[in-house]
């Protein structure tokens, strides 16, 4: 019914800088939420950044100060801007959204496949 569909992963030095895009498509009546996880090699998924549809935005505590995550609400699509990367940013980013697909329905979270961010020291 809703699709997640991130891009803009990839392989960068540390310093460096990449932009995550996610774009909701489906059934979608309204989104609450829009954010951005991410899951390294034997470690649990945490939360990165993310956005309420009135623009508040939440930090992980590892990641303020060098990631912005904004969005476009006409298009369901929220970004994450990463900069000043450094290898413990390592791994699967997935984005996450709070979407209610009717006026009556209830909110449920929907994930995308995730991309893979790497960073090289």
């Known amino acids: 019914q809703v699709q997640l569909v991130e891009s803009g992963g990839g392989l960068v030095q540390a310093g460096g800088s990449l932009r995550l895009s996610c774009a909701a498509s489906?059934?979608?009546?309204?989104?609450?939420?829009m954010g951005w996880y991410r899951q390294a090699p034997g470690k649990q998924r945490e939360l990165v950044a993310s956005?309420?549809?009135?623009?508040?935005?939440n930090y992980a505590d590892s990641v303020k100060g060098r990631f912005t995550v904004s969005r476009d609400n006409a298009k369901n699509t929220v970004f994450l801007q990463m900069n000043s990367l450094k290898p413990e940013d390592t791994g699967i980013y997935f984005c996450?959204?709070?979407?209610?697909?009717?006026?009556?329905?209830?909110?449920?979270?929907?994930w995308g496949q995730g991309t893979q961010v790497t960073v090289s020291s």
């Open positions: 996450n959204a709070d979407v209610s697909i009717s006026r009556w329905s209830a909110y449920n979270y929907y």
């Open positions: 489906g059934r979608i009546f309204t989104i609450n939420v």
């Open positions: 956005i309420t549809s009135g623009g508040n935005t």
